[in-house]
């Protein structure tokens, strides 16, 4: 079985700050892993995964997590944040074999300041 | 990539009576997936949905409660039904490509 732990509900940051959101999974198996972010009444759109290779993976508008196996973490950074990065940002899982059933954590609701 | 449409976008009902949700996709796909977004909680998995069988749900969902259909590759229904006010919540259909999981803007259920 997988879980996800995103240990902060609700991150506010000033814009032009640095931002980490954190996410701690556990399972039993190998996993792929994702950051999916939701803006306000809008669906799940993938932000990024790691699948394999390279534990640095970055996401099109300046986002970056890092998969660190032997602490089972995936946290999510961003170096300077904007108005427009505030929405809620989930974590998730996936077994690499098998049927892809996501678990997903409960959300991280960052909310940028000016 | 998967682009799928998902109605209605949101619903006030009354409790005992039933809501139809409809989810289409853009392309064909073997597996949809149903799930529920509860306010401050993770985003649970109702039941995975295969074009030509019943579909497959998960523990604490039931068939009676939540029934679905899939009539063929690109489209499916989940019925919340005789619902009352703790199904009050966002429901979502998904589909998953390879190795990415794409997702219908959800429908936002309140129940009065």
């Known amino acids: 079985a997988q879980s996800v732990t995103q240990l902060d509900s609700q991150v506010p940051v000033f814009e032009e700050a640095p931002v980490e959101l954190r996410c701690n999974y556990s399972?039993?198996?190998?996993?792929?892993l994702f950051w999916y972010v939701q803006y306000p009444n809008q669906g799940l759109q993938l932000l990024l995964k790691y699948l394999s290779g390279s534990t640095l993976v970055e996401s099109i508008n300046g986002f970056e997590a890092e998969f660190n196996k032997s602490q089972t973490s995936f946290h999510l950074r961003k170096p300077s944040v904007h108005i427009s990065d505030t929405a809620e940002y989930f974590c998730?899982?996936?077994?690499?074999?098998?049927?892809?059933?996501?678990?997903f954590g409960t959300g991280t609701r960052l909310k940028v300041l000016a | 990539s998967a682009v799928i449409s998902q109605k209605p976008s949101r619903d006030i009902c009354q409790r005992g009576t039933s809501l139809t949700i409809q989810c289409q996709v853009d392309s064909q796909v073997t597996m949809m997936f149903w799930y529920r977004q509860q306010p401050g909680q993770s985003l649970t998995l109702i039941a995975t949905a295969n074009q030509g069988s019943e579909a497959t749900y998960e523990s604490g969902f039931v068939i009676d409660k939540f029934p679905i259909s899939r009539p063929n590759l690109t489209f499916s229904t989940l019925t919340v039904s005789n619902m009352s006010p703790e199904d009050s919540s966002i429901y979502l259909c998904?589909?998953?490509?390879?190795?990415?999981?794409?997702f219908g803007q959800g429908t936002r259920l309140t129940v009065v």
């Open positions: 399972s039993s198996v190998s996993v792929y």
């Open positions: 998904s589909v998953e490509t390879g190795t990415e999981a794409f």
């Open positions: 998730a899982v996936a077994p690499t074999s098998g049927t892809y059933k996501y678990i």
